[in-house]
């Protein structure tokens, strides 16, 4: 799949139209009018990541957050195959998820970026009401998520 037919197929199923890089091959949108996904491009077109911002690392106790946080890391069994990070400089909690291209049919990455919101929405909501109680062998599996179209409401 290229970067073209991955961006046209995601925003005609959103119904935002095709989607354009920035400057920076990256795009930006606005889901569930409530969470910001990013899409990017590696400069070779092979790779794509998709992330998106969780929460802020300052707002929680550290070794407590770290250690829920590399929980559900690993084997991807807490995040559905996607990655926790923080930036070290702002402190931002990032979820990611990369994606071969090569490898990539729409059906497949629509799936996979569902789920990924699915993810999103469920730490999100999880630190917002500061639920750092660390669940060994944690398996996590949200509910099913929709792409929502522009102005569509979460839960609606």
Not at 93 to 122: G, H, M, P
Not at 146 to 156: D, F, Q, R, S, T
């Amino acid at each position: 799949m290229t970067v073209h037919e991955l961006l046209h197929d995601l925003g005609h199923e959103m119904g935002l139209g095709c989607l354009q890089l920035n400057s920076e091959r990256a795009c930006r949108v606005l889901c569930d009018d409530c969470f910001d996904v990013t899409i990017e491009f590696s400069s070779t077109n092979e790779v794509c990541y998709v992330h998106s911002f969780i929460g802020l690392a300052e707002d929680y106790d550290a070794k407590t957050l770290y250690q829920t946080l590399l929980d559900a890391n690993v084997l991807g069994r807490g995040t559905g195959g996607a990655s926790f990070g923080c930036d070290a400089e702002s402190g931002d909690i990032i979820l990611s998820r990369s994606f071969d291209l090569e490898e990539l049919t729409f059906v497949k990455f629509k799936t996979a970026f569902q789920e990924f919101l699915n993810y999103v929405e469920y730490w999100t909501d999880r630190l917002e009401k500061g639920d750092l109680v660390l669940e060994s062998n944690l398996v996590i599996k949200p509910g099913v998520h929709v792409l929502a179209k522009p102005g569509a409401k979460k839960g609606a």
